[in-house]
């Protein structure tokens, strides 16, 4: 069964692709019936030419929390997408893409219930589209791929597949209603072709979601609730981002140099923008919303030395918002846009220790995430409770749909040669592959060759079976974004709700994305 798989997936991808994916990292896929454990990296790594830093020299850095402008009947925002340099290896000067000039970009906060409207404004070179990661948004805000906003100043129509978007000259406000429970979000670039380098270049940053619920628990708040968003980058003598772009420019031709078409990895992990970054922390709980941002790394973390008792995470969140009740773990599989929101307790170490993040799907420089070290005791009214949310399991049983979608590069006979497929067909703004029924629950099968994240606009799912079985162990709650992995089939039970219009279901590991693997939905 091993080697039928095998042969499978290299009559999807060519030799000289198969050698550069299994040459990655490890293992831990199971199929039934077979012992098949893979969990190598889909994706080539880049080399820094900058002299790096010790690790666990930098401190950590918080995102800005953004201002409101004004709360007349909404919270207003406003954030300016411009180029900036910041530094991020100590003593050099790295050239971004910035909301307001930051990577990553101001915190946004909102309130769940009370509308939260973000003008963007674009001062950048390139037409620019947002997208606010998790949202429950009408399409006309939801950041489709071909919506532009061109940049300042600028009244010339973009190239390519632009023709049919609803393009914006200069800025645009994004309205969200926030019809949704308390969550971490997070808004990116989302340009069609493009995402991979704006989003590597800095156009990232966090969205957070509050609510009554929430605020009643007594979990870490204030300075005990912190997001961490994990990319890894590579960077040149000079400090400037490398990345592989066949037109550095942004402007004309997508994709990147073939050796790098199964995603970019980088070698220097960056959190909060910092690389490898040291946190000091009480002897106490502390709330971690972790992002992965990264363009096609997985990470497995894990905290060494482990607690002296219990689990390392106590997860009490996932992609749509608290767990109905939390679920330990020793180590957390996250995939690109995946986030997992945790509670550490520091109290099970001794004032003076340090306690490594590890990434045990990294070797060299990726192996090491972060690093806390404990500096004082202190007091801690936190507590994590047995039972966290009510949250409604959909049955998929009461199903009117099942639609499959399988995740595949176009092989070397086919008409789509090099491309990141969804059932055989690249992304075409104007197909509509699926028209479900708001209020009606389906069931989705996503289907893989290699490793896909898979992401689903408007609204989260429930994975409802993996590898025909039950959900795994980080497929708890309402999702996004799931992690699929090499010839894999996973089962997710989703419910559209209140908007109706054309959204986007895609592979987000980035360099997929733009390679065309993307797919329109319109719910009606």
Not at 149 to 166: I, N
Not at 222 to 242: V, Y
């Amino acid at each position: 069964m091993v080697a039928a798989l095998e042969a499978a997936i290299m009559t999807a991808l060519s030799r000289r692709h198969f050698i550069g994916l299994s040459s990655g990292l490890l293992v831990a896929a199971t199929l039934p019936g077979c012992a098949l454990t893979k969990e190598y990296q889909t994706g080539a790594q880049l080399t820094s030419t900058a002299d790096l830093p010790e690790q666990f020299t930098v401190p950590l850095p918080v995102p800005r929390t953004a201002k409101p402008t004004d709360r007349d009947g909404a919270d207003h925002y406003e954030i300016t997408q411009r180029n900036a340099e910041v530094e991020i290896l100590p003593g050099k000067k790295t050239p971004i893409l910035g909301y307001d000039g930051e990577f990553p970009g101001p915190t946004i906060v909102s309130r769940s219930q009370r509308p939260t409207v973000v003008k963007h404004t674009n001062e950048l070179d390139i037409p620019v589209v947002v997208h606010l990661h998790g949202g429950h948004t009408p399409p006309s805000s939801d950041g489709f791929p071909i919506d532009f906003v061109m940049p300042k100043g600028t009244h010339e129509k973009p190239h390519g597949h632009a023709a049919g978007g609803d393009i914006k000259h200069g800025h645009f406000a994004y309205e969200y209603p926030m019809r949704q429970r308390a969550a971490t979000l997070w808004y990116h670039d989302h340009r069609m072709d493009f995402t991979g380098p704006t989003v590597y270049h800095g156009l990232a940053g966090f969205h957070l979601v509050h609510d009554d619920e929430e605020d009643a628990l007594p979990l870490p708040k204030g300075e005990r609730d912190i997001p961490l968003m994990i990319a890894d980058r590579a960077f040149d003598g000079d400090g400037a981002f490398i990345y592989p772009a066949l037109d550095p420019t942004m402007s004309e031709e997508p994709g990147v140099e073939d050796a790098y078409m199964e995603g970019v990895l980088g070698d220097v992990v960056l959190v909060n923008g910092a690389p490898w970054p040291e946190l000091e922390v009480d002897a106490a709980r502390y709330r971690f919303r972790i992002l992965n941002a990264s363009n096609a790394r997985r990470y497995r973390l894990r905290l060494d030395p482990a607690p002296s008792s219990g689990h390392a995470f106590t997860q009490i969140g996932s992609d749509g918002g608290l767990l109905a009740r939390p679920s330990g773990h020793d180590d957390i599989i996250t995939a690109p846009a995946e986030r997992f929101d945790v509670v550490i307790d520091f109290s099970k170490y001794a004032v003076g220790d340090t306690i490594t993040m590890r990434n045990d799907l990294g070797d060299g420089s990726t192996a090491n995430v972060m690093r806390f070290r404990v500096t004082r005791k202190a007091s801690d009214d936190s507590e994590v409770p047995r039972e966290l949310s009510q949250i409604e399991e959909l049955d998929p049983g009461a199903a009117t749909v099942t639609r499959e979608f399988e995740f595949t590069l176009g092989g070397p006979t086919s008409d789509h040669s090099g491309m990141w497929l969804i059932n055989g067909k690249p992304y075409d703004p104007e197909r509509i592959d699926a028209k479900p029924r708001r209020g009606e629950i389906e069931v989705w099968r996503f289907i893989t060759d290699v490793h896909h994240p898979v992401h689903v606009h408007l609204d989260p799912f429930q994975v409802t079976r993996r590898g025909g079985r039950g959900p795994g162990p980080y497929d708890k709650g309402w999702k996004d974004t799931v992690d699929v992995r090499p010839g894999e089939v996973v089962e997710v039970a989703i419910r559209f709700a209140d908007y109706a219009g054309k959204y986007v279901m895609h592979c987000h590991n980035l360099e997929h994305e733009d390679m065309m693997m993307m797919s329109n939905f319109e719910t009606l």
